[in-house]
Nanobody, 125 residues
Framework: VQLQAYGGGLVQAGGSLRLSCAAS????????MGWFRQAPGKEREAVAT????????YYADSVKGRFTISRDNAKRTAYLQMDSLTPEDTAIYHC???????????????????WGQGTQVTVSS
């Protein structure tokens, strides 16, 4: 399984970015896709997750109402639409795929088997 994340960049506060995570190598019906981020000096945190088959989602409280995770089965791509960005959203964002995760464990980065490279998101004030 290979994941390729892209779409980061520099944006002003209040702006938007869309991250994409293109997946290849196997079918993802039993996978959960997750977006994680890590800012300098902070621990990595789960931002949003989506179950590939059902579309069920999870959002961290800090991004609820501003970020939207989705997936396109045909393109085998997961997306993270980020609106109303703030400087606190500045971080390196990674996408990850995990098989067999139960809902209560989907925020645990260590349970994800596959990771894409990070993409930098910088929000200026």
């Amino acid at each position: 399984v290979q994941l390729q994340a892209y779409g980061g960049g520099l944006v002003q506060a209040g702006g938007s970015l869309r991250l994409s995570c293109a997946a290849s190598g196997r079918t993802f019906n039993k996978f959960t896709m997750g977006w994680f981020r890590q800012a300098p000096g902070k621990e990595r945190e789960a931002v949003a997750t989506i179950r590939w088959s059902s579309g069920n989602t999870y959002y961290a409280d800090s991004v609820k109402g501003r970020f939207t995770i989705s997936r396109d089965n045909a393109k085998r791509t997961a997306y993270l639409q980020m609106d109303s960005l703030t400087p606190e959203d500045t971080a390196i964002y990674h996408c990850a795929a995990g098989a067999g995760l139960i809902s209560s464990s989907e925020t645990m980065a260590r349970l994800y088997q596959y990771w894409g490279q990070g993409t930098q998101v910088t929000v200026s004030s």
